[in-house]
């Protein structure tokens, strides 16, 4: 594998890492430039210590790097990515250099990859927070592959025939499984990577087995365990007993789940209290519309395990209550049936698990809240449901005014985009650039999604005058000081001893498990599936999702049916906007 992907990034990658740099206009010099690739290289622990250089850079690399990381220097601002006209990126700060550098990758890299899958049937469903170098990969195949299916209505004959659905899938966790089974109904797809960490792959697996579908495998990136940290909160004796806690309440109560838990927690969970699974983008109106349905004060809601996310939605309908919406307002914005009694009664039946958190929002603490209030008064503030209430609060109170907004990614996506898209509308024909500056909090990998909206947006528009400036709100401990030698020229770089971008002190930009998955491992398993020998079949086989419920019984019930069950129940929700009678009679 090494051979081939030395052949596939040679004079592309390996050697040129950024030797596209002025497409994100930089002006670096011949001698910069090669700083910066040498750099590069250290940093995704790339080794040339031989003459075929090994393409290999994964999370042990990185955490077994020789820089040291000294005492935390102050950084005045925070790193941006600056989109504007014609699809050009500045970057401003190291942090987002290492951002921008892998948004355009080689087309060698995308033709082969994207031949490879045709041939072989593969499609690969990835999560928003994948590593940005992964991500360019990905999103550029995406599109060479919608490309190449005009060509083919138009006439033109390919080697493959290019399937009407997309082989490649960028989305949150729930989608991720619906995208699977798209791929495999609408283009005959034999196998699914699954690039995330585990509970994603066993969820994927298990959406695609409930279709018809069990028999094509689901293959992670790594033969290695990859965690999640939110996950695994929910996993031990603790929540267990939090869970037989809400259900002795003499109230009915309604276990409303996090969809990022494995299938063994929700499995669990649905043996010892009814329980419905929610995202991001749904658990508002689902814990609205269950109060509703059951009645505000005969129901008790026990949200976990996301401490963060459920505290969250408590100072959310708190803000609605101190800031006085009356009944109609409820009615409009929130829901129909709800007013200031209900939302009243709603947020006193609120049990949230109170020992659970995600490692990467858990790092948005005191410091980068006071640079966003003291430097960023002027830019729009986005905060993940799970970020820590100090930022989440800045977003929310933001949000009141549409200069901010609260929720799911895809709520964070959909904001920028409407706020970009009545910008360019507006200033179509002025002279004056206008910047738009939006605070990301949340993980950094999904600047992807945001870099590649926001161009289709101002091109769409013929727009000129207008930049969306993307503000990653990592602390001054999220950069490396590093001296001597080998500090290449360069006073910082990303990173911190024990995670990528991550600190304690407040600042988190990448999930250190998601990076886990990168683009030499989706090689890999591209290449064993080709091959087809028993030798490859047998390591294919390692990196099957973990299947701890097979052939297992709950209480007398299949263990899998049950951790498909709140599954199924949240389905059934966002289809009729009601919980459904089989729910409701189990409460």
């Given at each position: 594998?090494?051979?081939?992907y030395?052949?596939?990034?040679?004079?592309?990658r390996?050697?040129?890492?950024?030797?596209?740099a002025?497409?994100?206009?930089?002006?670096?010099?011949?001698s910069?430039v090669a700083?910066?690739e040498?750099?590069?290289?250290?940093?995704?622990g790339?080794?040339?210590?031989?003459?075929?250089?090994?393409c290999?850079?994964?999370?042990?690399?990185?955490?077994?790097?020789?820089?040291?990381a000294?005492?935390?220097q102050?950084?005045?601002?925070?790193?941006?990515?600056?989109?504007?006209?014609?699809?050009?990126?500045?970057?401003?700060?190291t942090?987002?250099?290492?951002q921008?550098?892998?948004?355009?990758?080689?087309?060698?890299v995308?033709e082969t990859?994207?031949?490879?899958?045709?041939?072989?049937?593969?499609?690969?469903?990835?999560?928003y927070?994948?590593?940005v170098?992964?991500?360019?990969?990905?999103?550029?195949?995406?599109?060479?592959?919608?490309?190449?299916?005009?060509?083919?209505r138009?006439?033109?004959?390919?080697?493959?025939?290019?399937?009407?659905f997309?082989l490649?899938?960028?989305?949150?966790?729930?989608?991720?499984?619906?995208?699977?089974?798209?791929?495999c109904?609408?283009?005959?797809v034999?196998?699914?990577?699954c690039?995330?960490?585990?509970f994603?792959?066993?969820?994927v697996s298990?959406?695609?087995?409930?279709?018809?579908?069990?028999?094509?495998?689901?293959?992670?990136?790594?033969?290695k365990?990859?965690?999640?940290?939110?996950a695994?909160?929910?996993?031990?004796?603790?929540?267990k007993a939090?869970?037989?806690?809400?259900?002795?309440?003499?109230?009915?109560?309604?276990?409303?789940?996090?969809?990022?838990?494995?299938l063994?927690t929700?499995?669990?969970?649905s043996?010892?209290?009814p329980?419905?699974?929610?995202?991001?983008?749904?658990?508002?109106?689902?814990?609205?519309?269950?109060?509703?349905?059951?009645?505000?004060s005969?129901?008790?809601?026990?949200y976990?395990?996301?401490?963060?996310?459920?505290?969250?939605?408590?100072?959310?309908?708190?803000?609605v209550i101190?800031?006085?919406?009356?009944?109609?307002r409820?009615?409009?914005?929130?829901?129909?049936?709800?007013?200031?009694?209900?939302?009243?009664?709603?947020?006193?039946?609120?049990?949230?698990?109170?020992?659970?958190?995600?490692?990467?929002?858990?790092?948005?603490?005191?410091?980068?809240?006071?640079?966003?209030e003291?430097?960023?008064?002027?830019?729009?503030?986005?905060?993940?449901?799970e970020?820590?209430?100090?930022?989440f609060?800045i977003?929310?109170?933001?949000?009141?005014?549409?200069?901010?907004?609260v929720?799911?990614t895809?709520?964070i996506?959909?904001?920028?985009?409407?706020?970009?898209?009545?910008?360019a509308a507006?200033?179509?024909d002025?002279?004056?650039?206008?910047?738009?500056?939006?605070?990301?909090?949340?993980e950094?990998?999904?600047?992807t999604?945001?870099?590649?909206?926001?161009?289709?947006i101002?091109?769409t528009?013929?727009?000129?005058?207008?930049?969306?400036?993307?503000?990653?709100?990592?602390?001054?401990?999220?950069?490396?000081?590093v001296?001597?030698?080998?500090?290449?020229?360069l006073?910082?770089?990303?990173?911190?001893?024990?995670?990528?971008?991550?600190?304690?002190?407040?600042?988190?930009?990448?999930?250190?498990?998601m990076?886990m998955?990168?683009?030499?491992?989706?090689?890999?398993?591209?290449?064993?599936?080709?091959?087809?020998?028993?030798k490859?079949?047998?390591?294919?086989?390692?990196h099957?999702?973990?299947?701890r419920?097979?052939?297992?019984?709950?209480?007398?019930?299949?263990a899998?049916e049950?951790?498909?069950?709140?599954?199924v129940?949240?389905?059934?929700?966002?289809?009729?906007?009601?919980?459904?009678?089989g729910?409701?009679?189990?409460?």
């Amino acid at each position: 594998m090494k051979v081939q992907y030395d052949r596939l990034c040679r004079g592309a990658r390996c050697g040129s890492s950024l030797a596209g740099a002025n497409l994100f206009q930089m002006d670096f010099n011949n001698s910069q430039v090669a700083r910066i690739e040498k750099l590069d290289a250290e940093r995704r622990g790339l080794m040339h210590a031989t003459e075929g250089i090994a393409c290999r850079g994964g999370l042990e690399s990185r955490r077994h790097s020789t820089i040291s990381a000294p005492p935390a220097q102050q950084v005045t601002s925070f790193p941006s990515l600056v989109i504007g006209a014609n699809r050009s990126l500045l970057p401003q700060g190291t942090f987002a250099e290492a951002q921008a550098a892998f948004l355009d990758p080689p087309d060698d890299v995308v033709e082969t990859l994207l031949d490879q899958l045709l041939a072989n049937k593969i499609g690969i469903v990835a999560h928003y927070y994948m590593d940005v170098e992964l991500q360019g990969v990905l999103f550029k195949m995406k599109q060479r592959q919608l490309d190449l299916l005009e060509q083919q209505r138009s006439g033109t004959k390919f080697e493959h025939e290019i399937p009407e659905f997309p082989l490649v899938a960028v989305a949150d966790s729930l989608k991720m499984g619906d995208d699977a089974v798209q791929m495999c109904t609408k283009s005959n797809v034999r196998s699914i990577i699954c690039l995330g960490v585990d509970f994603m792959s066993e969820s994927v697996s298990a959406i695609m087995s409930k279709n018809g579908y069990a028999h094509v495998p689901v293959y992670r990136a790594t033969t290695k365990h990859i965690g999640c940290s939110l996950a695994e909160s929910a996993e031990g004796d603790a929540y267990k007993a939090w869970l037989a806690k809400c259900a002795s309440s003499e109230k009915k109560s309604l276990h409303v789940v996090y969809i990022n838990t494995s299938l063994e927690t929700k499995a669990v969970s649905s043996s010892i209290i009814p329980t419905i699974t929610c995202t991001s983008s749904n658990v508002l109106q689902t814990i609205l519309q269950a109060s509703s349905q059951v009645g505000p004060s005969d129901l008790q809601i026990c949200y976990g395990p996301d401490t963060y996310m459920g505290e969250n939605l408590v100072s959310l309908l708190d803000a609605v209550i101190q800031s006085e919406w009356s009944d109609e307002r409820i009615k409009s914005d929130l829901h129909p049936a709800h007013d200031q009694g209900t939302i009243k009664a709603l947020r006193d039946n609120i049990n949230v698990y109170p020992s659970g958190n995600c490692v990467v929002h858990h790092m948005f603490g005191d410091s980068v809240v006071q640079t966003v209030e003291r430097d960023y008064d002027d830019a729009y503030v986005t905060a993940h449901l799970e970020v820590p209430g100090e930022m989440f609060q800045i977003a929310l109170r933001k949000s009141l005014d549409d200069e901010g907004v609260v929720g799911s990614t895809s709520n964070i996506l959909n904001f920028i985009e409407r706020k970009v898209s009545e910008e360019a509308a507006k200033s179509a024909d002025g002279d004056e650039t206008k910047r738009l500056k939006f605070i990301l909090g949340t993980e950094a990998g999904m600047v992807t999604s945001i870099v590649r909206s926001v161009q289709d947006i101002l091109e769409t528009n013929q727009c000129s005058n207008v930049e969306a400036e993307i503000v990653f709100p990592v602390s001054s401990d999220a950069v490396k000081v590093v001296e001597g030698e080998e500090s290449l020229g360069l006073d910082i770089v990303p990173g911190v001893s024990g995670g990528e971008g991550c600190s304690t002190a407040g600042g988190c930009a990448t999930c250190p498990f998601m990076k886990m998955n990168d683009i030499d491992a989706v090689l890999d398993i591209v290449e064993m599936i080709e091959s087809e020998n028993e030798k490859d079949e047998l390591k294919l086989v390692q990196h099957l999702p973990p299947n701890r419920l097979h052939g297992k019984e709950i209480n007398g019930k299949n263990a899998v049916e049950l951790g498909i069950e709140p599954i199924v129940y949240m389905r059934e929700f966002m289809k009729e906007k009601r919980l459904s009678a089989g729910l409701v009679n189990r409460l």
